[in-house]
């Protein structure tokens, strides 16, 4: 199955709705999405963010971006 193309922008909303969706108790978090050589596609978050994260809002992130992986790769 061929992957749809996405802006960063997008896959980024996409992987905040999903974590909101999945019960993340962390506010607000600032990530950005950005190519990677490994995977495609990687979630980077800010100093501020990934301190506020608990071990399940980060086990959650990194499930997100394995199911996201699966359907979407980024626009170049």
Excluded: F
């Excluded at 974590?19 to 596609?41: E, F, Q, Y």
């Excluded at 963010?49 to 979407?72: F, G, N, P």
Aim: aromatic share 6%; net charge positive; charged share 35%.
């Amino acid at each position: 199955m061929a992957k749809k193309r996405i802006s960063s922008v997008d896959l980024g909303w996409l992987i905040l709705e999903q974590l909101k969706d999945g019960g993340s108790r962390t506010p607000r978090i600032s990530l950005a999405v950005v190519p990677d050589d490994k995977h495609g596609w990687r979630a980077v978050l800010a100093a501020r963010s990934r301190r506020l994260m608990t071990v399940e809002d980060e086990r959650e992130l990194a499930a997100v971006q394995y199911r996201l992986r699966l359907k979407y790769e980024l626009r170049s």
